[in-house]
């Protein structure tokens, strides 16, 4: 029999026998806090959660890892409780289990989506191995403020290549078939607009206008729809005054209606809950009634279902097919991971023991790491560093640490186990190395949720480290941020380098001007006086296990990165939110071409533009664009580019398509990423590139969620960044 037919049959078998309280169960999602194979604590919590595991009152538990511990809570499901429902383990794998590719935002900056793939398989297989079958993630809020922490988790500000970002996770994580015992189910979140939360701060309120929920936010959320993504997970913000959890528009209408989406929601942590405190419900009751009634399925948490929906339906209240459809969706996902086929197929200590933190694993994070790696800045040809010769100083509080670059969002991770950077450039003997730390970056060692923590007094390493500096050739400056001050919570308004660490960069440049940035961070800083005084800058970010090795691949030349930047660097903080594709207001120049003229828009005291604009990125040989050509023909555009390497040595170049509207019913960006292609040409050598864009394409969404397609002029810009400057202009009907 069709496999499909045999779970609508066991689907809807178990849900004509279930109780009112055990569909509730399924919709109830509880946190493991205590270790299942050996005696329970004491407390009503610990026991509460037992008894309702063998009532059938759990759908899912979350922090619950190991097959042997998976395998206990699930044998207690299957074999005492009523109906046997399985459970579904979810856990935050975000980049990595044990073995760590670089964070996400990281990743983004590939633009491989391949890479980025196979990176999320691996995740998947090691995260399996250990009884896991859902992960939270991807991940895919857009976002335009850097004070943001968790931009460490997404992928950037555009929602073109976030959409192509969240479709080759979902690919990753899910695989070919989701029954694989290989694989898991993803998770789109946070739905929807959290990355828009004001000022920057998490858990803040999110006020945008509908064009650009349609156009900026919701594009990666429906990308990962069409890639077949299991669940969605909504968020913790207000969005246009109404709790997301809460929002039917956006979980019925859109998600469920017009998508056609087939997965369940859940909702995020205790958010159901929090829509008391965000003054939107009166109670527990009336929270369980708007989220369950908006779409929300299952609840992580805060325990308002398992508390009030029974009641709640019994009193006509809430309509018990509501919760049909909830539990028709949840099981749907169970059936489809083939729980019910064999709910212990996750739980194998051999496949543990063989797959967790695998050597073969260690190349795959290496690859995805350098190919994430970003160069800023190469003034003088610093970069690649000379393999034999050279006496060089590595100064800063990253050079020998190997948890730091691991980055955040890391809880099965093993503190310590990262490659250093010290480890990584060793092996390299023909190079005379110094390495002299110069500062320590915390005081205490994990502190990392304050930032009065950061070490701003002791200078006591200063003397050693400028001497190295005095007598060296080159000095490497492995410097940034901590891997725990972004994430979750982690919101920052200086986002400039934490603690003494400017004050060290200008005193090494004091004695030599040969000098390296290596910026470890988990967001784009506020770098602009190291970009006006340092000559190179090497965007390295977090970049997971392998941390070192990638980063002396690149250093030494082994790899010659072609990185590009998926969010702009800001030239100050005041400039947030900043991003590309904006809109030109009615005055974006001084149209008076007087010098005193204030009378447009800008800043007295800076520049409009980023830094480091989206999209930037240079290579250790150069490339040129030449002869643009773009033609309609029928429904499609075709845009053809060449492109010459015109240095020296092999490279990849990401060729990057943006489009303008011109005139339209709604205003439209300066500039939008529509298509790119990552392209590796040999030194010397051209490639002609063709893009063939459907005329749809060119269309946007407008404020009530239509798309449409507007005939008239528009401008076809090609380039390595955001800021290219080819461009050609056609009339498009």
Known sequence: MDRSYQRIDVVEDLISTMTLEEKVGQMNQYTGFWDPTGPLPEGDEAIDKYEHLRSGLVGSMLNVIGAEETRSLQKIVVEESRLGIPLIFGYDVIH????LSPIPL????SWDMEAIRKSAALAAR????????????????????ARWGRV?????????LGSRVAAARVRGFQGEDLSAPNTIAACAKHFAAYGFAEAGRDYNTVDIGTVTLHNIALPPFKAAVDAGVATVMNGFNVLNGVPVTGDAYLQRDILKGRWGFDGFVVSDWASVGEMITHGFAADGADAAQKAVSAGCDMEMESRMFIRNLRQLVENGIVDEALLDDAVRRILTVKYNLGLFDDPYRYCDEQREANEVFAPAYREVVRDMARKSIVLLKNERNLLP?????????VIGPFIDDDSSPLGSWRKAADDHTAVTLKEGLMPYGNVEWIFEKGLDLLMEERVWTLETKINTTDRSSFPAAID??????????????H?????????RVNIELPGLQQELIEEILKVNQNVILLLHTGRPLDIVWASENVPAILLVWQLGTESGNAIADVVMGKYNPAGKLPMGFPRHVGQMPLYYNHYNTGRPVNTQNIEDFVFWSHYGDVENDALFPFGHGLSYTTFEYANLNVNASGDVIEIEVEVQNTGNVDGEEVIQLYIRDEVASVVRPVRELKAFDKVSIPAGESEVIQFSLPKASLGFYDGR????FEPGFFQFMVGGSSDTALNTRLEVR
């Not at 990281?106 to 900056?109: K, R, Y």
């Not at 090691?126 to 403020?145: K, L, N, Q």
């Not at 969620?705 to 449409?708: A, D, F, I």
Request: net charge negative; charged share 25%; aromatic share 6%.
């Open 152 to 160: 460490m988790e997404g992928a950037g500000e555009d929602p073109y």
């Open 705 to 708: 969620g239509e798309y449409r």
């Open 96 to 99: 990595g289990l044990k073995t």
């Open 126 to 145: 090691e995260a399996s191995a250990v009884g896991i079958h859902w992960t939270f993630a991807p991940m895919m809020d857009i976002s335009r403020d």
């Open 483 to 491: 891997g725990f001050q972004s994430a979750e919570g982690r919101s």
């Open 468 to 481: 190295a500096a005095k007598s060296a050739d080159v000095v490497l400056l492995a410097m940034g941020e």
């Open 106 to 109: 990281a990743e983004a900056a």
């Open 385 to 393: 560093l000379k393999q034999e010769g050279q006496r060089v100083a």
